[in-house]
């Protein structure tokens, strides 16, 4: 089964997050969360208080095989002056390491030179840090090689998908959104 590790942020988007670990779980991933705050009590973007399951500092990527990284109103607070989810993501770059953005999450990337030359998707207007690859705005979400990036709340569903036909197919992708009786499905 998969392992992932969940970047948990003060004010990073519920749905983004949230949603996209409980739908992973569903689909039999284990779901890490872990943040570079002071506290593991994280307020989300809505209000919600979260409990993470530990700091960055403890963690070790050889423990995981992939990377999420959610968007929310923390990215334009702290993308100027932390470099901690950017060195995070090139940390699981390195070791060719699935990195998955959802929103803004996709210009930590673009910061960290990860997008140059990818075809990825993000919210309309972070593509401003990815200028070096190749921003597909009409795309739910986009899957380059070891990075799938998604357009934002709304495309949590496509992003997801994106993750599972990663590592376990299109057909257990399907049957998950089938199972949750999404449109799609």
């Not at 670990?21 to 689909?27: D, E, G, I, P, Q």
């Amino acid at each position: 089964m998969p392992k992932g590790l969940l970047v948990m942020s003060h004010a990073m988007e519920d749905v983004e997050s949230l949603a996209t670990r409980a739908l992973l779980k569903r689909a039999g991933f284990e779901i890490i969360t872990g943040t570079f705050e002071h506290t593991l009590n994280i307020d989300t973007a809505y209000h919600l208080e979260v409990i993470c399951d530990g700091y960055m500092r403890e963690t070790h990527i050889n423990d995981f095989d992939f990377l999420i990284i959610p968007g929310g109103p923390y990215v334009k607070n702290t993308i100027d002056t932390r470099h901690d989810i950017q060195d995070l993501a090139l940390a699981f770059s390195k070791k060719d390491k699935l990195i998955a953005a959802i929103c803004a999450g996709p210009r930590f990337l673009g910061r960290a030179g990860l997008l140059e030359g990818v075809d990825y998707t993000a919210f309309p207007g972070s593509e401003e840090d990815g200028k070096d690859g190749n921003y597909h705005p009409e795309k739910a979400a986009v899957t380059d090689k070891n990075i799938i990036t998604s357009r934002g709340a709304g495309t949590v569903y496509a992003f997801v998908h994106a993750i599972v036909t990663y590592y376990n197919g299109e057909k257990a992708a399907d049957t998950l959104l089938e199972a949750i009786q999404h449109p799609s499905g």
